[in-house]
């Protein structure tokens, strides 16, 4: 599978699916912990699709594997759904585009990515843009087509105040996204679909969100917080958080 990915030159990493290697898929499952804000791991629904990619979708796992250190260094998960092509049908975000996927009897039609996650120390040097071909090339081998995703903008959390419809729009004077996960997805020839405010749902407890994010919440109201992408409303005890990704699509 590694032929066509751009990997770093002379580099000793391959490209495997996880119905290729199970095993080093298995070995994968905490290696990619840190690679995402604590908050991030407690989702409200992504244990429900998450938790459905394998085996059933096994083929359309992707994992970059280091001979030389023996690890895996890339990993990039994906769930196969139903999707006529218009923005009418394009489900609201992760959460949503989840539960089609494991709702839906219905035959896929299309490939979303979930997850692009590369070790701390292997980031920098083009695996994430390697990733997205992988998904890519997985999709096109299942027959199915296009690739979307719901990009989480990794310098939203700088603006966290901004709305996403806002922050989305910001473009670059060389014409590209202003946002640099956005703007890899769109040097891929990706195009924008739409923004998503609530993509990705997490309510719990205060007492979980001041441990998750090491930050006191005093009282009811909106708080931004370390590493988010939007605010946190506090109401009664409990945090809600939405979320939000920008939908972009690869026409394959």
């Not at 196969?80 to 092509?85: A, E």
């Not at 923005?87 to 959460?95: A, E, K, R, Y």
């Not at 009811?220 to 506090?234: E, I, K, N, T």
Request: glycine share 8%.
């Amino acid at each position: 599978m590694t032929h066509g990915l751009q990997l770093p030159p002379g580099s000793s990493i391959a490209a495997f699916t996880a119905d290729e290697r199970p095993d080093l898929w298995q070995r994968s499952g905490d290696a990619f912990h840190d690679v995402w804000p604590e908050y991030n791991h407690h989702g409200n629904h992504t244990g429900k699709y998450f938790g459905a990619l394998l085996p059933r979708h096994a083929h359309l796992q992707v994992l970059f594997y280091d001979s030389e250190t023996d690890r895996v260094v890339a990993r990039g998960r994906t769930i196969p759904f139903r999707w006529d092509g218009s923005l009418n049908d394009l489900p609201c975000g992760i959460d949503a585009v989840g539960f089609r996927a494991v709702e839906d009897s219905r035959p896929a039609t299309a490939v979303s990515a979930l997850a692009a996650e590369v070790a701390p120390d292997h980031q920098g040097v083009g695996l994430s843009r390697a990733l997205i071909q992988a998904m890519a090339t997985v999709t096109r081998t299942a027959g199915l087509a296009p690739l979307v995703a719901p990009v989480r903008p990794n310098w939203k959390e700088r603006y966290p105040l901004t709305p996403i419809e806002q922050y989305a729009s910001w473009i670059r004077d060389d014409g590209f996204p202003f946002d640099p996960w956005m703007r890899v997805h769109a040097r891929l020839g990706a195009t924008t679909l739409r923004p998503e405010p609530k993509s990705l749902e997490i309510k719990a407890p205060v007492s979980d969100w001041e441990r998750w994010t090491q930050m006191a919440f005093p009282e009811d109201g909106d708080y931004a917080f370390p590493r988010g992408l939007a605010p946190l409303s506090v109401k009664d005890g409990a945090g809600h958080y939405w979320e939000p990704n920008v939908w972009m699509l690869h026409d394959l």
